[in-house]
């Protein structure tokens, strides 16, 4: 074997140490990563039984204490402590968990809650996290980054955002006039719209509830607000809040008309009738706040009127 030889085989022995050298490092560092997880799980975990410990440590009674539940008394142990019973209805979802890593849900909805009430009070949080809704899961437009922006934003202004959404009106489904809009919606409470034309996306959030009068009124909501998700203009996710003054025309509610947000000469975003026509309209100047050197009539779509192709209405509980 020439001596030229030998030293390829050496080059090949080395690049086949290099490479199963980075493969193990590779599989020691995914080894790694998985055992900080469930390490930091194992402290949240730990870190909730104590906070539940502490709580229990503070009831304190002062005096015996005769309670009745299901037909049994509870009477004060010998060594001066109570036993506090628990349902085992919602606490065998708890000890379940707690044993296996795993949570069955229950169909019923009424004990869903039940048991995230109790899990709160442990905070147990993977079960918290299990348990809770997750608003727009149902929406056809959205996607689950825009879902997690339009929580973000609620939370400021509507503390059940992270709890129950309820799909009340979808055009697709339910019909395209205003008629089918406001027999879906009208007082049903704080909602958010979510419209789509062609590829861009945004609506509005009104915790005042729609009506359909034969005049048309507006509306006081402060907390209102219309939102930008995909625009013409390549900006990011953006909320569009109330004009000083102006919550007084946050919304116009009108039979014959969809959604409808702000007004003064005109309406800041205005749903038609016939919503799936070249029939409605945005101007952001009247009772909203335009962004920023932005132009007020095209910021949603690239132009004042445009046609929907999309639009759902969840609502929420107030």
Not at 194 to 205: D, L, T, V
Not at 233 to 252: F, H, M, Q, V
Not at 302 to 307: D, L, M, T
């Amino acid at each position: 074997m020439s001596s030229s030889q030998k030293l390829e085989e050496v080059e090949e022995d080395d690049r086949s140490g290099d490479e199963a050298f980075e493969e193990a490092s590779k599989r020691m560092k995914e080894a790694f990563d998985i055992l900080n997880r469930q390490s930091k799980k194992t402290r949240r975990e730990m870190e909730a039984f104590d906070n539940a410990a502490k709580k229990l440590k503070r009831v304190h009674f002062q005096k015996t204490l005769r309670l009745n539940v299901g037909g049994f008394d509870t009477k004060l142990g010998e060594d001066g402590c109570y036993f506090i019973d628990r349902d085992g209805t919602h606490f065998r979802y708890i000890l379940n968990y707690l044993r296996t890593g795993k949570l069955v849900i229950p169909d019923d909805q009424v004990i869903c809650k039940e048991l995230l009430y109790e899990t709160e009070f442990f905070q147990i949080q993977g079960i918290i996290t299990e348990l809770k809704a997750k608003p727009f899961t149902n929406s056809v437009i959205l996607s689950s980054y825009q879902r997690k922006t339009l929580i973000e934003w609620l939370k400021d202004t509507l503390t059940s955002a992270s709890h129950d959404d309820v799909l009340l009106y979808r055009a697709s489904r339910d019909g395209w006039n205003a008629s089918n809009f406001h027999s879906c919606c009208d007082n049903e409470g704080p909602t958010v719209a979510e419209i789509k034309s062609g590829n861009y996306i945004f609506g509005g959030y009104t915790e005042e509830q729609w009506e359909s009068p034969g005049t048309g009124i507006y509306k006081s909501a402060p907390a209102s607000f219309l939102f930008s998700l995909v625009n013409p203009y390549g900006l990011p996710p953006t909320k569009i809040p109330l004009l000083d003054g102006r919550e007084g025309n946050a919304i116009y509610c009108q039979n014959l008309v969809g959604p409808v947000f702000g007004g003064g000469n005109a309406h800041d975003l205005y749903i038609s009738n016939t919503p799936h026509y070249y029939s409605n309209s945005a101007n952001l100047k009247h009772a909203y706040r335009c962004p920023e050197d932005q132009n007020a009539s095209s910021f949603f779509v690239g132009s004042q009127n445009f046609a929907v192709n999309k639009m759902e209405v969840f609502g929420f509980e107030k």
